[in-house]
């Protein structure tokens, strides 16, 4: 059936595997003693690039069936790849693994796409250099980030003010093959996968928060565990589907195994608030991720909300949809503090606010608060999205079919694959 104003969201959805995670489970994996096997690995092209780059550094990888087994090389014994290493679009990729290379005594060139050498990278090189690794930069900005490790990097405590995940996910790699106590303060929570899975692969880490600052210690005296490790289903890509049946009262959808992360599932919070019909189910821990299901099954149309700056780092990937959802709920919406989303794939913030105008959406940005007059009658659409081969954007303003009175015009849909490969085939399933 064609996906456009008169669909409808419906069925029992198996989201795909954490994107974040799978980053993640790769690079610490590649960094155990022994045999870890990972299931439900996200096969989008970000995360392949990741795999790609572990093996040059000497990991070897296999994939049988439907696992991947990992068997690691321990701190500080990665190997110098005779070439540069491409991550293509990912900045996550890039970003963690130049924290992992800094402690380790290699020459590296890291490169990436068009769309990745425009992303600023010293924001999480800063804090690499002081441990005494050399960083060069293009522009002292972007990639390519070649890139000489250290391999007796001096532990230090580091204030990180930039609320993300990326730069504290870094310094922690950067940690696995520095001797001594190496602290953290973070200023805002951002997602702590990394520190789950070290916790769980036993190491040596210490997390504290008050209602102020997150603080975190390790220190490298104890070797990391392999695991058997199953990625939980990504819940930014679930939000495209958990959104567009909040959209339209008679969607009824069963979302499977999705992680529940506290720093994740904020846009749920935002949702609930605009009325949203959104229930939690067989809630269950594993390894360290709170893991659910949940079922949507919405009676009324949706109304406006204000979202405070404290909480976007809880749901910045998911604001490109969300605004989508605030196109169509009775209201002036608005998203407060949103000056990271200019530096994302794209800058977000710019080409919602464009993307909205083209299909009839009202919206106005102030500073980096954005302001969107909603209401719930049908766009006028027909729009040529313009989404710089953003996946977010793109997969975002495919959902603003369902509120148009024509279908929007996207002529190229080729980058959803790095991050949902799959999301074309699975609307098409769950969509009435």
Do not use: W
């Not at 104003?5 to 989201?15: A, C, D, E, Q």
């Not at 058997?228 to 890509?237: E, F």
């Amino acid at each position: 059936m064609p996906f456009n104003n008169k669909s409808l969201i419906r069925g029992t959805y198996f989201p795909p595997g954490d994107k974040s995670i799978s980053h993640r489970i790769l690079i610490l994996a590649g960094q155990a003693i022994g045999k870890s096997e990972i299931f439900n690995l996200l096969q989008g092209e970000d995360v392949i690039n990741t795999l790609k780059a572990m093996k040059l550094l000497g990991v070897q990888i296999k994939k049988k069936k439907d696992k991947y087994i990992v068997f690691g090389v321990p701190p500080g014994s990665l190997f110098e790849p005779r070439e540069a290493i491409d991550f293509g679009n990912s900045g996550t990729g890039i970003r963690l693994i130049s924290g992992l290379i800094s402690s380790n005594n290699i020459k590296v060139t890291l490169v990436g796409d068009a769309s990745l050498s425009k992303r600023p990278m010293k924001r999480v090189t800063d804090h690499l250099t002081k441990i005494g690794a050399k960083i060069e930069l293009k522009k002292n900005l972007f990639p390519p980030i070649k890139l000489k490790g250290i391999g007796n990097a001096v532990p230090l405590s580091y204030n990180i003010s930039i609320p993300s995940a990326q730069i504290k996910s870094a310094i922690m790699l950067s940690a696995l093959n520095t001797n001594g106590k190496v602290k953290i303060k973070e200023f805002k929570t951002t997602r702590d996968h990394t520190e789950n899975m070290l916790y769980s692969m036993g190491y040596n880490i210490k997390v504290r928060e008050n209602s102020l600052y997150r603080f975190i210690e390790m220190r490298n005296n104890k070797d990391l565990k392999s695991i058997k490790y199953t990625v939980p289903g990504d819940p930014s890509s679930a939000a495209f589907f958990i959104s567009a049946a909040c959209l339209k009262p008679g969607s009824k959808l069963i979302v499977k195994n999705i992680l529940l992360n506290r720093t994740r599932i904020g846009f749920i919070n935002t949702l609930r608030d605009m009325g949203g019909n959104i229930n939690i189910t067989n809630r269950k821990k594993i390894h360290n991720e709170l893991v659910a299901d949940i079922k949507i099954e919405q009676k009324n149309n949706l109304c406006s909300t204000t979202l405070k700056s404290k909480d976007v780092p809880l749901q910045i990937d998911e604001i490109p949809i969300l605004s989508i959802v605030a196109s169509f709920a009775d209201g002036v919406s608005i998203f407060r503090g949103l000056k990271e989303l200019t530096v994302k794939e794209s800058n977000r913030l710019k080409l919602i606010h464009q993307n909205l105008k083209m299909i009839g959406v009202k919206s106005v940005i102030k500073k980096y608060d954005l302001y969107i007059y909603g209401n719930r009658n049908l766009k006028n659409g027909a729009a040529i999205i313009r989404h710089n081969n953003d996946h977010r954007i793109l997969m975002s303003f495919f959902i603003a079919n369902m509120i148009c009175k024509k279908n929007n015009i996207i002529k190229d849909k080729s980058c959803v694959k790095t991050s949902y490969p799959m999301f074309f085939k699975h609307i098409s399933q769950f969509t009435n």
